[in-house]
């Protein structure tokens, strides 16, 4: 049986996906969450640059996921529960953080005729995890790449893989999308 042939990348695709992730302004997409274990969970998803982006999980699922440009938060309502991480420090930084020099610390680890793969990662800080993005060739997205999804291994050594479709670009979202109910908080009787 012949060995499959392995996906060379491009060249320009690096600058071509540093192109594409800085040419979204907003974006709303659905997406499927895939933990190490199977488990999935599907929702939207909605980014506005710089540094926010709210996963907003289906009916049933009582988790939500918001950065508000500063810090990752992970709200479980299940358990009244808030983590919050600066955004700096999670693989979603990648996405996220404005700071963040894709180019500095992306590797291209695959390309095709439909798509492009970057490793990142910052090798002088494991702790922020890996973030693997997927892009596929897209005309009409900006930059001419569509964000098809991502992996994240976290310092925990946690893998989480994001798919996204039905993306749409560039509708307004207000800065309210981005904020959340702390279900800590007493409730008044």
Do not use: C
């Amino acid at each position: 049986m012949p060995v499959p042939a392995v996906a060379q990348a491009q060249p320009g695709d690096l600058d071509r996906a540093v192109t594409a992730l800085r040419s979204i302004s907003t974006m709303q997409a659905s997406f499927v969450q895939t933990d190490r274990n199977g488990q999935r969970a599907t929702g939207t998803i909605t980014l506005k640059r710089p540094g926010r982006i709210r996963f907003q999980y289906s009916p049933g699922i009582p988790m939500l996921i918001v950065s508000d440009g500063a810090a990752l938060t992970v709200i479980d309502y299940q358990v009244r529960q808030v983590q919050r991480w600066p955004i700096k420090n999670s693989p979603l930084g990648a996405l996220l953080d404005p700071t963040r020099d894709v180019k500095k610390f992306g590797t291209l680890v695959g390309g095709n005729p439909g798509g492009v793969t970057v490793q990142v990662r910052d090798r002088s800080h494991p702790e922020f995890g890996v973030m693997t993005l997927r892009f596929n060739r897209k005309a009409g997205a900006p930059g001419g790449l569509e964000l098809g999804g991502w992996t994240a291994l976290d310092s925990q050594n946690k893998l989480t893989t994001v798919a996204l479709s039905n993306q749409r670009y560039g509708m307004a979202v207000g800065d309210g999308t981005f904020k959340y109910n702390d279900p800590r908080r007493p409730t008044r009787r």
